[in-house]
Nanobody
Framework: QVQLVESGGGLVQAGGSLRLSCAVS???????EAWFRQTPGKEREFVAG????????LYKDSVKGRFTISRDDARTTIYLLMATLEPEDTAVYYC???????????????WGQGTRVTVSS
């Protein structure tokens, strides 16, 4: 059984940093991992993605240069380092595993429960 468990969310002031972690367990055959985020009344949106072989990353335009996605060598944890945070980054952040390196939430089969990030101005 595949499980994804996020942690690291919290309250931070604008300009600050947070590092989210996603612990991955179970046998995963899909090659792509990503972070999404969602705010009330809006669809879940892609934030960043990384291939499980470590080759290639993809970012939402508004987070390029501020966020960095990475994974540990044991392939058990996905990280999202978020710097220079803005109030607009406030959301529940989810990690996900999917079959292809796309930005569509429907292409991802496994999801964590989410961790809340609140950025105060």
């Amino acid at each position: 059984q595949v499980q994804l468990v996020e942690s690291g969310g919290g309250l931070v002031q604008a300009g600050g940093s947070l590092r989210l972690s996603c612990a991955v367990s179970g046998r995963i055959h899909w090659p792509y991992e990503a972070w999404f985020r969602q705010t009330p009344g809006k669809e879940r949106e892609f934030v960043a993605g990384i291939a499980r072989n470590g080759l290639g990353t993809l970012y939402k335009d508004s987070v390029k240069g501020r966020f960095t996605i990475s994974r540990d060598d044991a392939r058990t944890t996905i990280y999202l380092l978020m710097a220079t945070l803005e109030p607009e980054d406030t959301a529940v952040y989810y990690c996900a595993v999917g079959r292809a390196g796309t930005t569509r939430a429907n292409d991802y089969d496994y999801w964590g429960q989410g961790t809340r990030v609140t950025v105060s101005s």
